[in-house]
């Protein structure tokens, strides 16, 4: 019997060390995607990716922007040569036609309307019915069967994706009793008002695809915005469960927290 050396045994050692790590990092990928999934917003899940996009730290809203999982991305049938030679002109060709529709969209689309990414959202769009027999073509037939396929209708729908915002509408009170809910703003009158910050509220009822109040901010020397509304409660204020205040966020880094002022007393969310 021959006896193991110590060069041996500790070559087994680090051999059923190295076997212990990498069967423990096998059995963490799923904790590992549970916790980057929960960091993920709705949009992020297909195509799934292990990093979330961090959201960015936005200075003036409201802003055109499109994530990552939003772009348009190469066809599989469709060569890689082809794809670099032929999406910088589409992506122009989808700008200008873009802006030739001007005349007949809300005129706020207006300043927005040659942003590279609300091109990328188009070009998202259309790619996905594109025959990949397009793209061996010649870039002026490439473009043209892009250009024809772009209508307000579908200019509408990109815009609505990619126009960033803050806005605020109606809110609802509940009660603890399930048949007491109110809605002070069911008439589409929304009271808000700018409060402190540099920051104006500006009405949205055509466009977009709710009515609300934009809130179109800059944080160029201030950090913070405060809004404030005062509605009617006809309920009893010990009866009032929850208060539901309808917005919409930008997806920027920024929070949003809530005040409540009741029956003399101050609620911090």
Avoid at 136 to 156: G, H, M, N, Y
């Amino acid at each position: 019997m021959r006896r193991i050396t110590k060069t041996e045994r500790r070559g087994r050692s680090v051999l059923l060390h190295a076997a212990l790590i990498a069967g423990s990092f096998v059995f963490s990928i799923p904790f590992i995607w549970l916790i980057s999934t929960s960091c993920k917003v709705s949009d992020e899940m297909y195509p799934p990716r292990w990093i979330p996009q961090v959201p960015p730290g936005v200075k003036h809203s409201p802003y055109i922007g499109i994530r990552q999982n939003e772009r348009a991305v190469r066809p599989v049938g469709v060569r890689r040569e082809d794809w670099e030679r032929l999406s910088g002109p589409i992506r122009e060709a989808i700008t200008e036609d873009v802006a030739a529709l001007a005349d007949g969209l809300p005129a706020f689309y207006r300043p927005y309307l040659r942003e590279p990414d609300l091109a990328e959202g188009v070009l998202a769009r259309l790619v996905r019915r594109a025959p990949d027999a397009l793209f061996s073509k010649p870039a002026p037939e490439a473009t043209t069967w892009f250009a024809q396929r772009i209508d307000e209708e579908l200019v509408r729908y990109v815009f609505e994706s990619v126009y960033r915002r803050v806005a605020v509408s109606d809110v609802k009170f509940h009660g603890w009793d399930v048949m007491s809910v109110e809605y002070p703003t069911e008439d589409k009158v929304y009271p808000w008002e700018v409060v402190s910050g540099d920051a104006e509220l500006v009405g949205r009822r055509e466009g977009l695809l709710r009515e609300a109040r934009e809130v179109h901010y800059r944080f160029d020397d201030e950090s913070s915005f405060t809004l404030g509304i005062t509605l009617p409660l006809e309920m009893e204020a010990d009866n009032l469960k929850k208060i539901v205040i309808s917005n919409h966020a930008d997806r920027s880094w920024h929070e949003i927290r809530a005040t409540v002022e009741l029956a003399g007393r101050r609620y911090r969310a």
